[in-house]
């Protein structure tokens, strides 16, 4: 079911990694989540409840931001 806060998340098992983007277009990495806490939140009936519930506050995490290229703007 699609969330209405969650655009969309990938998971780097290697890394224990997750990254989730909101639907408000912001990107945060959290940083050590264990895979069947990332196996739950896919399989989750609302995926926004279970964040706020189960990761958020929980892991340690950055804020993913677009870095523009090309030196000084004039």
């Keep these: 079911m699609p969330s209405t806060a969650i655009r969309h998340f990938r998971y780097d098992s290697a890394e ?3 990254q989730v983007t909101f639907v408000t277009g912001r990107r945060y990495v959290y940083e ?15 995926r926004g409840r279970f964040f706020n519930l189960e990761i958020r506050d929980r892991y ?14 004039r």
């Design 16 to 18: 224990r990694e997750l």
């Design 60 to 73: 340690i995490y950055r804020e993913v931001t677009c870095e523009r290229s090309g030196g000084n703007v």
């Design 32 to 46: 050590d989540v264990p895979p069947d806490v990332c196996d739950a939140f896919n399989a989750a009936p609302s």
